[in-house]
């Protein structure tokens, strides 16, 4: 057999073509279609509105290059200084609440505490619910005639005033932000929890032996078994925080004046005006942003990892 | 026995005179089918083919309802599948502005004249000349302010849009609070519907329920600042020149009765349902709307309907502005059934359609003849004001030139964002006033 084999001349590109090279071509072509599809599906939408923010493409044509006119026309107006602010302003206070009553309700349900079970589902309730449901029940809650909170705050004899939660600049984004905290923390309760409940008994057990006390066992052992969990967590959170448009456009519709006015509600005005290359010029405009929470989040786990 | 033995027996016990009848016969059923086939194919030419329309949606369903059967009826008379969608007049520019870009609008649709305005430049609508006219010479003609607000030549090059409705802004007032208090009569200055409003203004009631927030409906600050002299823009419809004495003047006047608290609780952030829910709910004592509130309140509190009265919009220094926004049907350039899109339009037009659409929409009428539709013969209040409001009000952005810059403007919302920077950010009127100048001649330069 082997005889036959060393007799046999060899094709010419047999050679190059060897078993391993088909394996890798078979690879390729297995994987070529969701290749496609995501260059379709993201990665052109994605760099089509990079361009379009070069463009002063209007509805129905195609636009013309006009480099960075955009950047500039927004950088000059008050109301994108204003969005900037204000989204930093939501991403950072909404993540830190989130963090603190998430992290809080997980420890909270991860000891053996009667009616865990129910307790565990109602928290995760608020994220449950459909944001459009949650952030109109919220506006009617700050209704200033007849809202929720006005009632109780009136009734009780708390305040006895009403109070215009959403239309006036000092209360308007606090009222955003708590909103936005009461729909978002159970992201970040049920995730906590989850990375909680794989940290290994055995480890608090030692650690009771060496004589730590309850901060000592959290900071030593409870909080590296969740950093990873929360790093993530707080980069999906800055993220979707800062692209999320409901929760601004259901209350305030970036108002009082510009007291709420954040990128994606910006963009979405920009759209109602037609001027999609100034719209794309604001989305644009958060790249950076939120391409520094990424690399920023991705090299804290790359860190970690090593 | 073979077929052709068979035939040959018939044909033998034939006579000439039966073989001649029946040539004769065959040849004239041949000829009246031939004759026939034409006017068939006339009177449903687009027989099989497929039409979908996009009718806007307003605050009365029943006039909905009566638009949408009647297109489907249309249809099925001319074999014709129809689609019809009704589109919230509230995201009319989102939904077409995404199917311009996609390339999926309808055969035809409605929409405002602003819109129309802003996107026959960009030739997305077909030009419908021949039907415009048609239509005014079939129907009394067009009214003047009608024919004036809807010519979009200029920009397009013909016709694009086929009124239909006008609609406008009147004042609604709370006669069962305003009586009491002293006043019969409506407000016919600025300064006096403060002065009413502040007599009035007890919570849970504001005064005025005029929205200060984002939207369109907020634009009636516009008309205000008009009335007071001040101005968008000059008179080639180029420069802006908002800041002006003018504007102080009406900033003014704004700033008084924010500062008296005639403004409802969250007007700065109202979405366009604000001040009709204020008003329904009790909470406002006068508004400016389009009537659809008065539709509303008809149906939902019989005894608020009946304390309500309208009037047209007050007066400032420079007299009243009380923009009349006609309401168009256009066929887009895509559309690959325009004749059929055409003949509905033409349809639409017909009195049997639109006396009894006006009688259960809010619209004013565009044709002279409709103005003799039962609904605009006096009796409701609602429909007097608009036919007043067609026949007496202010053409679109007058005293401002009307044009695309004007209407991109309005979009943006400059005049509420600058009465916002005053009332709710407390800036200084000059330095508001900047801020909406630079803002609005940023979006004229565009132009």
Known sequence: ?306 | MSAEYKTDLKWKNWSRRQVLGVAVSAMALTTGISAFSPAMAQDKPFDGSKLTYWGGLIFADEANKLLVDTINQWGADNGVETEVVMINQNETIQKVSAAVESNTLPDALDLSVDLLLLMSRQGIFINIDDLYKSVGDAHGGWYDAIDLATDTTDVAGGRTGLPFGASGNLLLRRTDLLEPAGFSSAPTTWDELVEQAEAVNAMPVSGLGLALSNVGDANVQLSVLQSYGGRMADDTGTKVTIKSEETRAYLTWLKNAWDKGLFPPGNATWDGAGDNQAYLSGQAAFIANTGSVGIAAKSQDPELYDDTAYSALPAGPMGTVSPMTPQVRAIPATSTNQEAAKALLEYLSQPEFLDAYYALAIYGPVLKDSANAEAFNGEDPIHAGLLNLVENGTAPGYPDVYNAAYADASSNFIVPKMAQRVVIDGWDFDRAMDEAQSQAQAIYDKY
């Open chain 1, 1 to 306: 057999m082997s005889e036959v084999q060393e007799t046999q001349p060899q094709r010419p590109g047999m050679t190059w073509l060897n078993a391993h090279r088909r394996i890798q071509i078979f690879a390729y072509i297995l994987v070529t279609p969701v290749v496609l599809l995501i260059l379709g599906l993201v990665a052109y939408p994605f760099l089509f509105a990079i361009y379009v923010a070069f463009t002063d493409r209007v509805i129905g044509s195609v636009g013309n290059w006009i480099g960075f006119a955009n950047f500039q026309y927004l950088f000059q107006t008050a109301t994108f200084s204003s969005a900037i602010w204000n989204t930093i302003t939501i991403v950072v206070v909404t993540d830190v609440f989130k963090l603190l009553i998430g992290l809080g309700l997980a420890l909270l349900v991860n000891q053996n505490i009667p009616g865990r079970g129910l307790l565990r589902s109602l928290l995760i309730l608020p994220w449950a619910m459909p944001a459009f449901v949650a952030f109109l029940t919220w506006r009617v809650l700050y209704q200033p005639i007849g809202g929720g909170l006005n009632l109780i705050l009136t009734q009780t004899g708390i305040y006895p005033h009403v109070i215009d939660w959403l239309g006036q600049r000092q209360t308007a984004m606090p009222s955003v932000i708590l909103a936005s905290i009461w729909r978002g923390f159970p992201f970040w309760f049920i995730s906590i929890l989850a990375a909680l409940q794989s940290i290994p008994k055995d480890l608090y057990e030692a650690a009771r032996v060496d004589g730590a006390n309850a901060w000592e066992r959290f900071w030593m052992v409870t909080f590296p078994g969740i950093k990873q969990v929360v790093i993530i967590t707080t980069l999906l959170s800055s993220i979707w925080t800062a692209n999320a448009f409901e929760h601004v456009w259901l209350l305030t519709q970036g108002g009082p004046s510009d007291a709420t006015m954040v990128f994606p509600v910006l963009a979405y005005f920009g759209m109602q005006t037609q001027r999609i290359g100034e719209a794309a010029a604001v989305s644009v405009a958060m790249l950076p942003v939120l391409a520094i929470l990424v690399i920023v989040a991705t090299s804290l786990m790359q860190k970690d990892e090593d």
